[in-house]
């Protein structure tokens, strides 16, 4: 967890949890590879498919400045949003192992801050489970729960086997009506057909690059332009390799590892108003 990230469409990371039980990522999950290689050090778990919780963390990022209103250097995008953390990057909220109900006490906690959260998970079904069971489900005195209005809830899908997550988030999203959603496409190890998501607020797209695995020039533009297509905002990461980068003239090389970031001639590159105006 950091006040400050390299991931370029957030401000901060916050780890409450790390580890996870894995998914079709396997040995290329970048979290396990960084915590298998500090294993058993403080504030890491012993083993990364052994996850652990650390409540104490909460308390930092209601110390963290409200950033609203403020210029980012480098991440122009951001400009003029509250401060936006990836909450849990170290693993996956909703994994197996975790209870599901482990997050509750922080939704109201960080509910409470002026920052708005971006959530992702793997375990769509989990989630929904999850959720439903918080807003539901637990109802103290008789009154129904209600999400903080600060959380960005999303799902991963990086192929066409894992286009399912998307109807469970769709699901999610007309029970969470006006909460929002999104997607992140990173990587994108296979070639993939959307089904209808005008209805999704934001995605992210990426490519990976590695002695396994590869994505393509042609999987990366089909899937942004039916996002586009169909109206989504969609921030494009990076290719995953300069060798599929059809731009030459990218001016953005040696910026990122695993490729540049030009597409379509553009830095295509949205954080939605949406997802602010939910933070109201
Ligand atoms: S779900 Fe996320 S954290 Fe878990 S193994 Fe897969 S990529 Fe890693």
């Not at 849990?88 to 997050?103: K, P, V």
């Given at each position: 967890m950091a006040i400050t990230s390299n991931i370029e469409y957030i401000d901060s990371s916050l780890n409450l949890e790390i580890g996870c039980d894995g998914c079709e990522v396997g040995a290329d999950c970048y979290a396990n590879k960084l915590v298998s290689r500090t294993a058993g050090n403080s504030g890491i778990p012993d083993k990364f498919d052994h996850p652990v919780i650390y409540p104490e963390r909460v308390k930092l990022a209601s110390k963290w400045s409200d950033l609203t209103g403020t210029k980012r250097d480098g991440k122009e995008w951001l400009n003029g949003y509250p401060r936006v953390i990836f909450l849990?990057?170290?693993?996956?909220?909703?994994?197996?192992?975790?209870?599901?109900?482990?997050?509750w006490p922080y939704f109201e906690q960080l509910g409470n801050t002026p920052h708005i959260y971006l959530l992702l998970t793997k375990y769509s079904s989990l989630m929904k489970k999850s959720l439903d069971e918080y807003c539901?489900?637990?109802?103290?005195?008789g009154k129904p729960r209600t999400l903080p209005k600060n959380f960005i809830f999303g799902v991963s899908v990086t192929g066409r086997n894992t286009t399912g997550r998307l109807d469970v988030l769709r699901e999610i999203s007309h029970q969470l009506n006006p909460w929002r959603t999104w997607v992140s496409f990173e990587p994108v190890l296979s070639a993939i057909t959307l089904p209808d998501v005008s209805w999704l607020d934001w995605a992210v797209v990426g490519g990976i690059s590695n002695s396994r695995l590869k994505s393509s020039y042609s999987q990366i533009l089909h899937l942004v332009m039916e996002l586009q297509n169909q109206g989504v905002p969609t921030f494009f990461k990076q290719w995953g390799t300069k060798e599929i980068n059809p731009y030459q003239d990218d001016h953005t090389i040696g910026d990122v590892k695993g490729g540049r970031k030009i597409l379509s001639g553009y830095l295509n590159r949205m954080f939605p108003l949406e997802l602010y105006e939910s933070n109201k």
């Open positions: 849990n990057d170290m693993g996956d909220t909703f994994t197996r192992s975790l209870s599901r109900d482990w997050i539901i489900l637990s109802q103290p005195y």
